[in-house]
């Protein structure tokens, strides 16, 4: 009897050594999976970081021809991006869908505070006209927006949302075939180079839109979950290595600089 008590004794202690045993292991196995995880996710950013940094050296080292169109456009590319339009071309014409060009049209006479019904060689004289005036902004804005702004010592913010608004408005006016693309290309080197006169880098420029876009949707009653929408995609396309602005430095070159081109020359034929 005491044999088979002590047997039961020794057996339950092997099973709680056992439990302990596990509970350790399993812990252990815990800690280890989730320090990996964090590990992980550093690297992950690390490798993220590098890529962009990679990215911008190769810009800034010449290795991307500059190019003042996509430059000037790349302005409004978190705008262009937002309404489902391409950002990888220096072309103003592109090929959208029908119902994607009437639904861009509406929207833009809404933003250029025209009537929906205006027909189109109005729309076109109007247009031009808003161009010509672009130096007093284009389109509806909340009453004393900019303003507001100022008077808060973020005169920079107010440009930045100005300068990619002016370049996106720009660059849909003549998809939609409303202006002459000299007019418009000429409205969007104007406004490309104020930005590089403003701004230090694109990092700068698209913090500033992102604050000034903050104050757009409050002033406007929709600082809700949109409110860091813009701030979210100014830090992706900081990071996208295929996006204009990791590809095209800001001030390797100024837009109304003479660029110099490569000339093949023939050989001269010898008799």
Sequence with gaps: MLKAFILLLLLGLLYLAVRVAWFI???????AMHGSGKVIGHMEKANADLSARAAQARAESGKVVPNRRRWALALGDILLLRNG??????????????EQRQRLARQVLREMNMAADLPERDIATQM??????????????????YEQLAAEGKVRDALAFDCARTAFLVRCIA???????????LVLFLNAQRAQDSFESWEDF????????LHWLRISSQDGPASSRATLEVQEHLQNTQGNWLTLPWKRYRIFDPQPTTTTIAPVATA
């Design 25 to 31: 292991v399993r812990t252990v196995f815990r800690v």
């Design 85 to 98: 339009l391409r950002c990888d071309s220096d072309a103003l014409a592109l090929d959208l869908p029908t």
């Design 128 to 145: 031009q006209a808003a161009l010509v005036g672009w130096v007093g902004g284009l389109g509806r804005t909340h009453a004393n927006f």
């Design 175 to 185: 998809l939609l075939g409303w202006v002459p693309e000299s007019q418009a290309w």
């Design 206 to 213: 698209g913090h500033a839109y992102a604050r000034a876009r």
